[in-house]
């Protein structure tokens, strides 16, 4: 009878070990998409905050100091009526997914305020307290770093 429960605990240890470990596997890359959320200065002084809604990223300006010449006010939208919004407050980057296969965030969008027009983007890597971005258009596409907060 003591074989027999020695048998049963070792099935179930190996059981939990096999589960906590893909619990823990599916973990990580939870935390390693998440590794995108919080504050970031873009080159512009724009600071955005990235949050996440369901399993996407979006990011809001949370602040204008020194942007484009101290532009508080979407000016450049193409949208007259939205040209007297603050930028303070609003999202510009919409739609990021975490793709695990290439460490990268996609499909998704940003708006650059300074010029008025919608770019998509793609977060290459994070690296320490900077990551690598880029926007694109067309046939045209600019990566830049940003920098943590």
């Known amino acids: 009878m ?6 049963i605990n070792r099935t179930e240890l190996l059981i939990l ?3 906590s470990g893909l619990s823990l596997s599916a973990g990580l890359k939870v935390r390693q998409g998440d590794e995108i959320l919080g504050s970031w200065l873009l080159p ?15 990011g809001k300006i949370i602040d204008v100091y020194g942007f484009n010449d101290g532009q ?10 939205k040209r007297n919004d ?15 296969k290439s460490g990268e965030w ?19 890597e994070i690296n ?9 258009k067309l046939f045209f596409s600019k990566t830049i770093i940003w920098k943590r907060i």
């Open 106 to 124: 996609i499909n998704g969008t940003i708006y650059a305020p300074h010029k008025g027009i919608t770019l998509d983007l793609t977060i290459i």
């Open 128 to 136: 320490g307290r900077s990551l690598e971005a880029k926007g694109s």
């Open 72 to 81: 508080e006010k979407d000016i450049h939208n193409p949208d007259q009526l």
């Open 2 to 7: 003591q074989n027999t429960k020695k048998k």
């Open 86 to 100: 603050r930028l303070v407050g609003k999202v510009i980057i919409s739609g990021l997914e975490y793709d695990q």
């Open 17 to 19: 070990f096999i589960i």
């Open 44 to 58: 512009d002084n724009l600071e955005i905050e990235i949050f996440k809604r369901g399993d996407k990223y979006y």
